[in-house]
């Protein structure tokens, strides 16, 4: 093993070598308790990815301090680390991008909720304007 989180292929396990090899024009869904490299795999098919001349690449995470802590591996990846984001950045960008506008952060947790749910609805209106988001 080496010094740090990150993982070489060699150093996987067969079922995970499997995973980042997968076909390139179909979706997957990864599921593992918290250390089992599933942080790994993601970065590992994102170069499988650039490497294989498919530049439009996007690892979307939940939390500002993965983001932080993925792009700490940046020297390791065939990728720009500017395409590891949060998943509220990449809804900002994306309705900045189409000119729609989104609500400010607040700093309470119901000021949170609101938030996010108007930012879902903003974006699934802007993806798809046909269609109302409920709920």
């Not at 900045?96 to 700093?107: C, M, N, Q, R, V």
Request: with cysteine.
């Amino acid at each position: 093993m080496n010094q740090t989180w990150w993982s070489a292929i060699q150093e996987l396990k067969e079922e995970q070598k499997k995973i980042i090899s997968l076909p390139l024009d179909i979706s997957h869904l990864i599921l593992g308790p918290p250390g089992s490299g599933k942080t790994n795999l993601l970065l590992l098919r994102a170069n499988y990815f650039a490497r294989a001349g498919h530049p439009n690449i996007l690892c979307l995470v939940f939390t500002r301090v993965l983001r932080e802590f993925i792009v700490t591996g940046g020297e390791k990846y065939a990728f720009d680390t500017s395409k590891v984001k949060t998943y509220r950045r990449w809804q900002y960008d994306f309705l900045s991008e189409y000119s729609a506008s989104h609500p400010e952060t607040g700093e309470s947790e119901e000021s949170f909720d609101s938030q996010r749910t108007e930012v879902n609805r903003q974006v699934a209106r802007v993806a798809h304007p046909d269609r109302l988001l409920v709920g």
